[in-house]
């Protein structure tokens, strides 16, 4: 599979080049950004020669070579390149938040489905051994049924962009949608897949703490019902504890951090599990890479 990479900031060259390049069966074969600086480090650790690299993406997007598109662009720009990329015959990984509003998500999925390619998003949180290891402990049924998931992400790095772009779009509600919300999502795949359902009801409160100058939330304490039981979801850009807690009808799972603090930006240390036959400590092993390109083939 070939792929095009539109959108060579943090996460676009820091995060997907590797992986795409340490995936099998894929190599990429163009890269589009505006900012020439970012192009140029895409072409660079990329391997991509001048040829390849395209400040508009449409142009990325007229190549007859590219099979796919990775698109890891700030949210604000996301949904009218993804529509034209599903309409060029592209498939599509997308970043997260698929777009600033759920009727624009919809759009995508609608139009990727009428072309007949996939589109995908990154719940990459799912792909990691140390939830991987928690859904496990839950699904053996080993500390009975999940009632109560506490997920904290209270030490959420505030992460600038790319220096290159704008380092700060992430407080521009019209760039980002939302703030500290963007990550929501991962602790909202998490909770659903630990409770094994989607929720049935939810109630949150967000709040801006820091007056930073910026117009997004900084700040967001949710509950969600299940039909067997609840998850209390907690996210904030600053320095308070992270980790996860489950409240079993037999026992608990807890996942503690280096430092307390909050995964991925610190690593796991443990998981320790308490059931009824005793306790046992799970250490995680390390990430691995999976890929797109297979999901496509099959
Ligand atoms: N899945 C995850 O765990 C995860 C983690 C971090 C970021 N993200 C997501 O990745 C996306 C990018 O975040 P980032 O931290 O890399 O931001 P960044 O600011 O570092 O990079 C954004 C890049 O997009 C480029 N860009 C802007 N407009 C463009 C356009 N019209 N066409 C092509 N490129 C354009 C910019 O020049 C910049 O290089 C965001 O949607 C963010 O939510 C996901």
Redesign the pocket.
């Known amino acids: 599979m070939r792929v095009g990479l ?7 060259v820091g995060a997907h080049l590797p992986a795409l390049a340490a995936a099998e069966g894929v190599a990429v074969v163009a890269a ?4 020439p600086e ?1 192009l140029a480090i895409a072409g660079s650790e990329g391997g991509l020669a001048a040829d390849r690299l395209h400040p508009a ?1 449409r142009d990325l997007l007229a190549r007859p070579d590219v099979d796919a598109v990775v698109i ?4 604000r ?1 996301r949904t009218e ?1 993804a529509l034209a990329a599903a309409a060029a015959g592209k498939h599509l990984l997308l ?3 698929l777009a600033l509003a759920p009727a624009a998500a919809q759009a995508i999925v609608d139009a990727a489905a009428a072309a007949g390619v996939t589109v995908a998003t ?1 719940h ?1 949180y799912r792909f990691l051994p140390v939830y991987q290891a928690i859904a496990a402990v839950l699904e053996d049924g080993e500390i009975g049924s999940p009632e109560l998931a506490v997920l904290n992400f209270m030490g959420v790095e505030d992460r600038p ?2 220096g290159a ?2 380092p700060r ?1 992430r407080h521009q509600a019209a760039e980002a949608g939302g703030g500290v919300l ?1 990550d929501m999502l991962h602790a909202v795949y998490l909770a659903n897949w630990f409770l094994g359902a989607d929720p049935v009801a939810v109630s949150a409160f967000v709040d801006r703490r820091r007056d930073d100058g910026g117009d997004v939330e900084d700040w967001a304490l949710v509950r969600l019902a299940y039909p067997s039981g609840q998850a209390l979801l907690n996210m904030a850009w600053g320095v308070g504890p992270g980790g996860v807690e489950i409240t079993a009808t037999r026992g608990r799972a807890v996942l503690v951090n280096e430092g307390f603090g909050t995964h991925p930006f610190v690593p796991p240390r443990e998981i320790v599990v308490v059931g009824p036959a005793g306790g046992r400590t799970i250490v995680p092993e390390p990430p691995r890479v999976f890929g797109f390109a297979g999901v496509v083939e099959d």
Do not use: L
Request: proline content about 10%; some cysteine.
């Open positions: 539109i959108g060579c900031g943090n996460v676009g589009a950004d505006p900012t970012r993406w890891a662009t700030p949210q720009c390149i970043e997260k938040p990154n990459n962009g790319a772009y704008a779009w963007m």
